[in-house]
């Protein structure tokens, strides 16, 4: 299963941190933008090319260190095709360097269309009779707020192909409370009824290490819903974005973790692609200022978690 692949690398590296790769131009050194725009244009084709080069350093220098990458789908999506073509590329170099790949699509739609998108992001598109994965990460971010046919389709492509899935839950965003925190019928919030349908959906795709291959999207920026939705949901493992630039911290994530720091994996994305303006690194050093920036990441939520333990 899948996430057992991500959760087995996390304790190799005893690292439960996730590197976010969301590449707006801003973040990127002159000289690759020169070098791009210089081979390219100012044109779409230029700025792909600079995500691309730009991508390969950060991936290149973090590989050592953190297990997985989660390219977020819309900074590549803004640049068309290229785009695109820049986002199927970064994710065939991270699998290349053994990382475990998080496409960030947050997708849903009914499920016919949700089969479309399980082909295109976790599995294989058929050109007549003849088959081809088209982007090719390991597990998919999804909207599970349509209703189990958005879901189920995704479940036999993970089970046949060895993927994953992450389910919004409870996300990071400050007016997340506005809809996921509506009290049902039995006056629990949405997020909860969400959080229990990914233990169902789980159910389908077992782990050996007792999760599921349905995680959830819990956002650090939430340390009480973290810590309830962990003592709730015993099989669903969480991707905790909000860490960094959206105030999150180690103590914040913390309560995503089990005893045996097992549990989650935590994602920054600007806190490590913008280390190198932020720690004033000269531009060319950008990845190691990256590295730098991930490894006291793992550092702050080790200290608080401890050794992970399989
Ligand atoms: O609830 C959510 C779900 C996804 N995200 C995504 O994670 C990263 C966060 O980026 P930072 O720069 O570390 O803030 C980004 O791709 C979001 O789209 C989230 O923030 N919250």
């Not at 920036?293 to 793992?298: F, I, L, P, S």
Request: net charge negative; aromatic share 8%; charged share 25%.
């Amino acid at each position: 299963m899948a996430l057992d692949r991500l959760i087995e690398a996390i304790a190799k590296k005893q690292n439960p941190t996730v590197a976010g790769l969301d590449p707006k131009l801003d973040y990127i050194p002159g000289d690759i933008k020169e070098k791009a725009f210089r081979q390219y244009g100012k044109t779409l084709d230029g700025a792909a090319a600079a995500i691309l080069e730009f991508n390969k350093g950060i991936i290149d220098a973090l590989c050592p260190i953190v297990p997985a990458v989660k390219p977020q789908c819309a900074y590549y999506e803004m640049y068309g095709w290229q785009g695109m073509k820049a986002l199927h590329d970064t994710i065939a170099y991270a699998r290349e360097k053994e990382l475990f790949v998080i496409t960030d699509g947050k997708r849903n739609d009914i499920g016919s269309t949700m089969q479309a998108y399980a082909a295109a992001h976790l599995g294989k598109t058929e050109v007549a009779g003849e088959t081809a994965a088209a982007f090719g990460g390991d597990a998919l971010t999804v909207n599970g707020y349509l209703g189990s046919d958005g879901i189920l389709p995704l479940l036999d492509v993970c089970r046949a192909e060895d993927k994953g899935i992450f389910v919004l839950v409870k996300t990071s965003n400050r007016s997340s409370d506005e809809i996921q925190n509506q009290a049902l019928e039995g006056g629990e919030p949405l997020y909860e009824t969400m959080g229990q349908y990914c233990e169902e959906w789980g159910e389908a795709l077992p782990g050996k290490y007792g999760y599921s291959g349905v995680g959830a999207v819990v956002g650090a920026t939430w340390p009480a819903q973290l810590g309830e939705l962990r003592g709730m949901l015993s099989k669903t493992f969480f991707l905790v974005p909000g860490y960094g630039a959206q105030g999150g911290g180690a103590e914040d994530a913390a309560p995503a973790f089990e005893q045996n720091g097992l549990g989650a994996v935590v994602n920054a994305s600007r806190s490590i692609l913008c280390a190198w303006q932020k720690q004033n690194t000269a531009p060319e050093d950008y990845a190691k200022a990256a590295a730098k920036e991930a490894e006291k990441m793992r550092d702050a939520i080790l200290t608080k978690i401890g050794r992970i333990r399989l």
